[in-house]
């Protein structure tokens, strides 16, 4: 009987939970390179804001939702370097594995409906390395 309850408790538990939200985390750390090294770099959200800038090459964590339902995050790079012309490029959020496959196995409809879309932990942002090679201006 003990047994029965113990496993009652354990499928009770997983059925609460997301796959993605255990496994995941809610933000991701992108490298940020440039081919020449040295240029600056802003990062800017879906909503046009500056989320972080530097100077590549450089690692920025970045948050993968922005908490609200299914919300997953998007960014710019706009990368600049004095006697080269500007650079951008996309970082786009995308539904990682644990999501889809985890859920299937473990989390069950409260994980794909309920707990991951509200956390980062179902996205992926890609690319995790960001390069521009920045063409001379000339």
Do not use: R
Request: proline share 4%; hydrophobic share 35%.
């Amino acid at each position: 009987m003990k047994k029965f309850f113990a496993i009652c408790i354990l499928f009770g538990v997983f059925g609460l939970t997301g796959c993605a939200t255990i496994v995941g985390d809610s933000t991701q750390t992108v490298q940020i390179n440039s081919n020449p090294q040295g240029a600056k770099f802003e990062i800017k959200d879906e909503k046009g804001m500056v989320i972080t800038s530097g100077t590549t090459p450089q690692s920025v964590v970045l948050d993968k939702s922005d908490g609200s339902y299914f919300g997953g995050k998007d960014y710019q790079i706009t990368f600049s370097k004095e006697g080269f012309a500007p650079s951008t490029l996309p970082i786009k959020h995308s539904a990682n594995g644990w999501y889809i496959g985890g859920n299937l196995l473990f989390g069950g409809i409260i994980g794909y409906l309920l707990v991951d879309p509200f956390n980062g932990g179902m996205y992926t942002l890609k690319p995790k390395e960001a390069t521009a090679t920045l063409a001379s201006a000339q």
